[in-house]
């Protein structure tokens, strides 16, 4: 992520309804820029 200049959202995927919730720009898990 740093090297390349790129964010990386880390969320649970093992919660139902996270990955949408994600994609729909909630802000939901740990940021990593």
Request: hydrophobic share 40%; aromatic share 4%; proline share 6%.
């Amino acid at each position: 992520c740093r090297d390349q200049g790129l964010p990386m959202r880390v969320f649970d995927l093992h919660t139902p309804g996270n990955l949408a919730r994600v994609v729909a720009g909630e802000d939901i898990g740990t940021l990593v820029e």
